[in-house]
Every structure is written in C-alpha cells, then in structure tokens.
C-alpha cells in the first residue's frame, strides 16, 4: 500500500470538506475523456481510452467453442486484466493481484447483469457450438479510477466487433469470413466511480484523491433499460444510505454525458 504524507492527506481533505477538488472540477464532472476505437489491427474489435491521464486498451478475440451445460443457448464472455508494471510503480508483474482481479470482475459483471450482449444471438448450434469472446483487458497508465475507464474501454471494443458469419453443417462450423456480422450490442452501460473523502463525494477520483478515500463505491447504469444493474463496494468506512442514494442518483443525472464518448 502507498503512503500518503499526512500534510497531503489535510490538504485534499481540508478541499473537499470546502467544496473544492485539488484539480477545480465540480464534485459531479468527469476529466477529458478520448476513445481510440479499432487500434489493434489483429483483434476483432479493440480500443483505447484515455480517461485524465488514466489510460486502457481492449481487445476482444472471438473464438468458437462449447456452451455451458446450463446455458446450452448462451454464447460466453470473459474478461481477463493485466495491470502492466509500467503503468505505476505498485504494479508488478507474475500472477494477478487483487486489484486486477477485481477490476476484471467488476467489468465482466457490468457486461453482464446489464445484458448489453445479446448472448442468445451467439448460439450457432445450440447445446454444441456458441461464439467465446474473450476480453483483454490492459492497463497502460494508471491516474485514478480504472473501473470507469475500464468499462468504456470494453464498451468501445464491443461496440466495434466484427463476427465472420458462422453455420453449422454437418457437425462442423463453416465461417464465411467475406461477411462479417456486427456483435449483437443491444444496450450502453455507464459506470460511475464515487469516493468519499471527508464530508464530501465525488465522481471519477483522481490518483491523489483515491490514494486518501474514506470509502469508494461504483454503480453501473444501463441506457436503455435506464436502471442499476451493478454496484461494488470499497474502501474501510461505511456509507450511509443517502450518500449511496445520492450516488446513484448523480449516476443516473451523469450518464448521457458519459455515453456520449461513445456515439
């Protein structure tokens, strides 16, 4: 764990509790936000996000395989994090940390509970072969608040995946590789990151405010659906029940101008 001085600790505190930030935005207002889609040639669907000076790419790679038992009609996703040691100095590498495990999980179940990828639509042969997207996940730059960075990333390289046209004929799948199928993206999902440092709250932290939060809270919002599909909890201290509701509800006020970034 890094240690903050005490004197910087007061410092952004002291801000805060004046209704101030250390950077001058508003308690609600996001930093720049620029996305970079298609950047890996190789991958069926990518892109980078620089969110401040946090920045993320993703890369989706689509293969053919076997359905779980349980879901023999359901394609598969799955969200894989590699926080990369030259994006900040506590990063390092060998098996993942708990912070990139829990970055990876908080995405994948953005993705999911908001059921923005129509997953039905990924069944070739139901109960035999199904399209896996497997979603990369790399962290090149760490500046705060990778959850919301993370999620546009994903969005962005979902929303500009291509599938090669797939049957099933006699027990073998044929991919007709001349015409590619736009991935079935049915909804938007807006992640909205909060921290509580002193007696206020505020969206998307920066590096320094994260580093001396009280408590931290992510809620993801769907656009079309236009209800919480997601939350995470960290941070030692608790929040009250108004604080969350009122988290949610900035969320929800904030999420067209987030999803924006990606029309």
Request: contains cysteine; aromatic residues 4%; charged residues 30%.
């Amino acid at each position: 764990m890094k240690i903050v001085p005490e004197i910087s600790r007061r410092s952004i505190t002291k801000l805060i509790n004046d209704g101030k930030r250390a950077d001058g935005r508003a308690f609600d207002e996001r930093r720049e936000i620029f996305i970079e889609p298609n950047i890996i040639s190789k991958a069926e669907g990518s892109a980078k996000v620089t969110l401040g000076d946090t920045q993320v790419i993703v890369g989706v790679k689509p293969t053919i395989g076997e359905p779980f038992g349980d879901t023999p009609n359901l394609g598969v996703l799955m969200t894989n994090c590699e926080l990369l040691p030259m994006a900040a100095p506590e990063f390092e590498p060998g098996p993942p940390s708990p912070e990139s495990i829990e970055l990876a999980r908080v995405v994948d179940r953005g993705i999911r509970e908001s059921q923005l990828v129509d997953l039905e639509k990924l069944c070739i042969e139901e109960g035999k072969k199904v399209w896996m997207l497997f979603i990369d996940l790399h962290v090149i730059d760490y500046d705060g608040n990778l959850f919301d960075a993370a999620n546009l990333a994903v969005m962005a390289a979902l929303l500009n995946t291509k599938l090669p046209t797939a049957t099933y004929v006699d027990e073998e799948v044929v991919l007709d590789e001349e015409n590619l199928i736009d991935l079935p993206v049915v909804d938007k999902l807006a992640l909205s990151t909060f921290v509580k440092i002193g007696n206020g709250m505020v969206l998307d932290p920066s590096l320094e405010e994260e580093e001396i939060l009280d408590a931290r809270i992510t809620i993801g919002v769907t656009q079309e659906g236009n209800h919480v599909c997601s939350m995470q909890k960290g941070g030692e201290k608790p929040l009250t029940r108004d604080e969350v509701l009122d988290a949610v509800h900035m969320a929800f006020t904030t999420k067209e101008d987030l999803l924006q970034h990606l029309e």
